[in-house]
């Protein structure tokens, strides 16, 4: 039994016993904040259990996607090394919500694992566990089920708390009982599997493996320990599809079922080694798989959060190919082989292939550009250094490696344990924490001279900064540094940082950009194209010289491009506007995190769990242009740092702050410590218009905005657009919206009538095939292309020709482009002999793909149109061979 089939099955025991089936909940939790990923069937019902929640049923049935790395669960040092090891895995299981409870629970499970129609598992093999004062479970095994008193283990509560069969979902809240069944994969003890029973001193082993928990939701904990009884006991399983799935095929070890054999060739093929060449290929197998299903439910990688746990498991398994010989991208190769096992269950996987390739391949292709230098420093360390030679990766080469190489912490760990050596995780911690101290200590400059080139010619020199009051004014140049070096002077057409004794020009700090302009004097210019602060006494004016020469000691006229500055402060004052009024809006939990104020509009980042409503943002945007509105005069002053706090002002950049602040206030909506260039009355501002809203990172939110004349341009663009749209429309703007409403309804009914056609047709077409069909061995068989009909109509002629038939077998083939769709039937009497899944992989092999469902239905895909005919006529002899 294959594992697509074997998820099937279960599904369909349950539903045939009043379950719900429930489809399986994205990676990333919608009801959980707790949870980094869907760790478990039982999460996206959590409420349920709790009682905060309620459904439609009482009965659900599942097959979970989950995803353990990291944390608690820390599978990922593990996968590749072990059996039964897994980042991403499916939890099948079935939930009582007050309604049945342990006697059905223990039923339905026994049934379904031994039942002949189900799983037919030999009884002898199988024994159970109970939690070790749970005399009603013990008696429903031994008295209900069968099961001899030799074959039910009690197991007690573990020294130091908490026990293998006694769930709790926290500290306090629904918990109970447990009843495991385990199987026995050395029954004779010729395969040579070690391990004992649970609850023997050799339970560690691998010879008996848990393959389902039923927990027993009867008790709710109070704070002080006490257990009470639930009003509505509940029942929550689990039984992992894999470890079933090595059961039913005789296999002991998870990465020898299908779904891991397919795989794991697919690598094997593109490495050209033998499928069992290498651990290696277990770690890509189960890789690509994690991979793949988070990106497809929206992480994507990054260096923190859910993104960081996504980088971390595909740049282990980019390390393993190289350990392969695969040096160019490879990973993105496996999403169709992926997609071709699990695509059937998962839809997601090939719709979303194109997406998948792309994001995986940038992935590779960013680490590969370090992989192998990375890999190399990483030799030598342990080659040469005294450290790997005591068996010790020093601290400092893994710092390195994460830092400049992009090696997550988790790999060089990985890459040790393979040689046998250790890390020097401290060692690590401390280069991490130096990094992190000179990133605060350092500036933002990161030209081709420092800021120790910039003392040394300085010395005690300063400039001071006249930029608050006026945007020209006279100066005396006292340094030129070109290409990293103090020069006396420079020519037309050279590129030079120029420090003044005094000047107009702001250096880019706390978000805002540094100013542009020009220094000029008779027969000189020098064009300014930044400003940076390039010590804390220093403003460096970057640029070239467009005509004559400049020295040292030069007397000149250093004048800032107002028209851009002035574009600069309204975008700085909105932001200081913008922050209050998100904190209006969203509340006090908004913090800055981020900004970039810039000529054509400000950036800001804020904390914030959530995208914003459009109600939200247009709230936002009222207060700000409010404000604006009332034109309220900038009130600027020096301030104590303590009193400028106390008296309710915010630092908005996150700045270092000396004794002495600037404190800018607009009346009583916004206080903010800034030492930035900013409007003289809210008025200035103009006009405050939002023209973005995104998520940036997790809990981190960006707001973009635009102000004055660009915010002027921005709604003429958008009147511009309004105004084709009515033309294309052929409508006034006032009626747009209805117009719109009209065509999109008309759509619609179309649509249906265009439903409603394709039905009758498929109807007409269906008679038409009926008396097609071949008697074979007394029973109907037909099998036909019908191109042009797919989807839902596909389904609904392949009903149609069974009801005709009565008892037969059908199966219909369409082509569309490269796209082959396939659907079989097999009538209810014929099942046993003739499955439609069976019979649809069949014909989808021919074409390029593969498939399956249930015996009585089931549907596949392919990409070989051109063997379509063929498959489609190989029905017939398949059909007889079965009968």
């Not at 629970?105 to 024994?127: Q, Y």
């Not at 250096?507 to 020098?526: C, H, I, K, Y």
């Not at 804020?606 to 207060?623: G, K, P």
């Amino acid at each position: 039994m294959n594992s697509n089939e074997l998820r099937s099955r279960f599904l369909e025991y349950f539903r045939s016993q009043g379950h719900t089936v429930v489809p399986s909940s994205p990676l990333v939790p919608g009801n959980d904040p707790t949870l980094l990923f869907t760790n478990a069937g039982m999460v996206q019902f959590k409420d349920v259990f709790t009682g905060r929640e309620t459904r439609s049923y009482k009965r659900a049935t599942s097959s979970q996607k989950c995803l353990r790395a990291g944390g608690k669960h820390n599978d990922l040092e593990n996968v590749g090394y072990t059996a039964r090891h897994h980042t991403f895995f499916e939890m099948l299981g079935n939930f009582s919500f007050g309604d049945y409870f342990k006697e059905d629970a223990i039923r339905f499970a026994w049934e379904f694992i031994t039942g002949k129609d189900w799983l037919n598992l030999p009884k002898s093999r199988l024994l159970v566990t109970v939690y070790h004062s749970d005399d009603e479970a013990y008696e429903l095994w031994h008295k209900k089920i069968g099961m001899p008193p030799e074959r039910i283990v009690r197991i007690g509560d573990k020294p130091g708390g908490g026990s293998d069969n006694f769930w709790q979902m926290g500290d306090t809240g629904p918990c109970g009982p447990c009843t495991e069944i385990f199987y026995d994969h050395d029954p004779d003890g010729s395969k040579g599997i070690a391990g004992g029973p649970p609850g023997s001193p050799e339970e560690d082993g691998d010879r008996w493996i848990e393959i389902w928990n039923l927990v027993f939701m009867q008790f709710d904990r109070a704070p002080d320990g006490t257990l009470s009884k639930l009003p509505a006991p509940s029942v929550d399983t689990g039984m992992g599809l894999e470890r079933v799935a090595a059961v039913m095929q005789g296999v002991h070890n998870n990465y020898d079922i299908d779904l891991f054999k397919t795989l794991i060739g697919a690598v094997a093929k593109l490495a050209n080694v033998a499928p069992d060449f290498s651990p290696s290929l277990k770690v890509i197998a189960d890789h690509i798989r994690a991979t793949s299903f988070l990106i497809c439910d929206g992480v994507v990688p990054s260096n923190e959060g859910r993104g960081y746990v996504l980088r971390r498991i595909m740049r282990r398994a980019i390390r393993h190919g190289y350990k392969l010989g695969l040096n160019e991208p490879f990973f993105y190769k496996l999403v169709a082989p992926l997609g071709e096992v699990m695509g059937g269950a998962y839809p997601d996987l090939v719709e979303k292939r194109a997406v998948l390739e792309r994001v995986i391949k940038q992935e590779e292709e960013a680490f590969a550009a370090t992989l192998d230098k990375g890999m190399r420093l990483l030799e030598d360390a342990i080659a040469r250094s005294g450290g790997a030679k005591a068996g010790v990766i020093p601290g400092d080469v893994a710092f390195k490696l994460y830092d400049t190489y992009g090696f997550p912490l988790d790999l060089t760990a990985d890459i040790a344990r393979e040689r046998g050596l250790s890390l020097d995780t401290e060692g690590y911690e401390r280069e991490m924490k130096a990094q992190q101290d000179r990133s605060r200590a350092g500036g933002n400059f990161t030209a081709d001279y420092s800021q120790g080139a910039v003392s040394n010619v300085l010395g005690d020199a300063r400039t001071e900064f006249t930029g608050y009051e006026h945007e020209a004014g006279a100066a005396k140049v006292l340094a030129i540094i070109r290409n990293g070096q103090a020069v006396e002077r420079i020519e037309a057409g050279d590129e030079a940082v120029v420090f003044l004794d005094r000047t107009p020009f702001y250096a880019e700090s706390g978000g805002q950009v540094g100013d542009t302009g020009a220094l000029t004097a008779p027969g000189m210019r020098f064009a300014v194209s930044d400003t940076q602060a390039l010590n804390p006494n220093a403003r460096g004016h970057i640029g070239k010289l467009e005509s004559g020469v400049l020295r040292t000691g030069d007397n000149l006229k250093a004048e800032v491009d107002s028209v851009r500055r002035d574009a600069v402060r309204r975008n700085h004052s909105a932001t200081h506007l913008l922050h209050a009024a998100l904190r209006s809006v969203l509340g006090a939990h908004v913090a800055q995190k981020g900004s970039l104020v810039s000529p054509e509009r400000l950036r800001f980042d804020f904390s914030h769990d959530r995208a914003m409503t459009a109600e939200e943002i247009a709230e936002v945007e009222r207060l700000v242009n409010r404000e604006v509105l009332a034109n309220i005069a900038a009130d600027i002053r020096l301030s104590s740092y303590d009193e400028a706090v106390a008296a309710g002002a915010m630092a908005l950049f996150g700045e270092k702050y000396g004794d002495v602040v600037r404190v800018l206030k607009f009346g009583d909506f916004s206080t903010e410590l800034c030492g930035g260039i900013h409007v003289s009355r809210t008025g200035d501002i103009g006009l405050f218009k939002i023209v973005g809203e995104s998520g940036v990172a997790a809990g981190i939110r960006r707001v973009e905005g635009v102000t004055g004349q660009n915010a002027l341009a921005y709604v003429r663009e958008l009147e511009g657009r309004l105004r084709e749209a009515a033309a294309v429309l052929r409508s006034g703007r006032d009626d747009l919206v209805d117009k719109a409403q009209q065509l999109l309804d008309r759509n619609k009914q179309l649509e249906k009538d265009l439903a409603q056609l394709k039905g009758k047709l498929a109807s007409s077409a269906g008679s038409d095939l009926a008396g097609q069909a071949r008697d074979i061995k007394g029973v109907k068989v037909l099998s036909a292309r019908v191109d042009g009909v797919e989807g839902n109509d596909l389904r609904t002629l392949m009903d149609q020709l069974k009801n005709k038939l009565g008892s037969g077998v059908v199966l219909l083939g369409s082509a569309s482009g490269a796209k082959v769709s396939l659907i079989a039937g097999v009538s209810a009497d014929l099942t046993a002999k003739v499955k439609a899944g069976e019979l649809v992989n069949m014909a989808a092999t021919q074409v390029g793909g593969k498939g399956g469902g249930r015996p009585d239905m089931a549907q596949a895909g392919g990409t070989q149109p051109e063997h379509l005919d063929a498959a489609v006529q190989s029905v017939y002899a398949w059909v007889e061979s079965k009968l």
